[in-house]
């Protein structure tokens, strides 16, 4: 998957529209997966460096996190820099109102049968892949139900077919100027929640800031992650990077 995905965004990227580029690139990925009749999904954090404009670019799809930290020119009182987090990722759940709008708009509905909010068994609501809640096959299997008589369980209002993806694949996308030193974090949810990521961001500018490589923090970081009691997989990667400013 990541390797056809990297192709899809070079292909897409004929132009500096980079958000426009990393949604047909998703839009490619997911129309090969429907080709070669893929099962399940993934979430999403991917990054592209515009060096010549000191720009990043982040696109996200579910609970994968993306976290921006700058270092700053004032100093704690042991001499060490201050970071400061962004977080430049956001997490689509069902229940958010933005998204459960979207689902419940294209004739899907949200339930609690597990205890949280879900669509059908999804606790997330934008994937690659995933494709039994998107179109073609989520109106299809609706439609062969019909024909049939069968029982088909599928989130979508009784006699009625989906008007859209209730699992989508159109990303969230952010664009920063880049200035002086910072560190880029990606990690799936595998890291923990929100705040967890942003945590792991500070944990990586101080690794950094004794000595650490990037590759090192990024498996410290995996390691931590992997003894939290009820930890999932996780994946990590760490990016050093220099805007107009940084050091050398």
């Not at 592209?48 to 930290?69: E, K, M, N, P, Y």
């Not at 606790?123 to 179109?135: H, V």
């Not at 690794?207 to 390691?223: D, V, Y």
């Amino acid at each position: 998957m990541t390797s056809n995905l990297h192709r899809h965004l070079d292909s897409s990227l004929h132009s500096h529209n980079y958000k426009d580029a990393f949604r047909e690139a998703l839009a490619s990925e997911d129309a090969d997966l429907l080709h070669r009749d893929a099962d399940g999904g993934s979430t999403v954090a991917i990054a592209l460096i515009d060096t010549a404009r000191a720009q990043l670019i982040g696109a996200d799809l579910g609970d994968s996190h993306s976290v921006l930290i700058e270092r700053s020119d004032s100093l704690h009182a042991s001499g060490s820099h201050k970071w400061h987090a962004t977080r430049l990722s956001q997490t689509h759940k069902p229940g958010e109102p933005r998204e459960r709008e979207r689902i419940e708009a294209a004739n899907g509905m949200v339930n609690r049968d597990l205890g949280d909010v879900r669509v059908g068994e999804m606790n997330i609501s934008r994937t690659l892949g995933d494709l039994d809640y998107k179109n073609p096959q989520l109106n299809e299997a609706i439609d062969r139900a019909a024909e049939s008589g069968e029982r088909v369980r599928v989130p979508v209002r009784k006699g009625q077919r989906a008007d859209g993806d209730l699992i989508s694949r159109v990303p969230h996308t952010t664009t920063r100027e880049l200035r002086g030193t910072s560190l880029l974090l990606l990690a799936t949810d595998g890291i923990g929640y929100a705040h967890d990521a942003e945590e792991a961001a500070h944990d990586a500018a101080d690794l950094w800031e004794r000595g650490e490589s990037a590759r090192e923090i990024a498996e410290t970081l995996t390691k931590q992650a992997t003894r939290k009691s009820g930890s999932d997989n996780c994946t990590v990667v760490v990016v050093l990077l220099q805007g107009p400013g940084g050091e050398d």
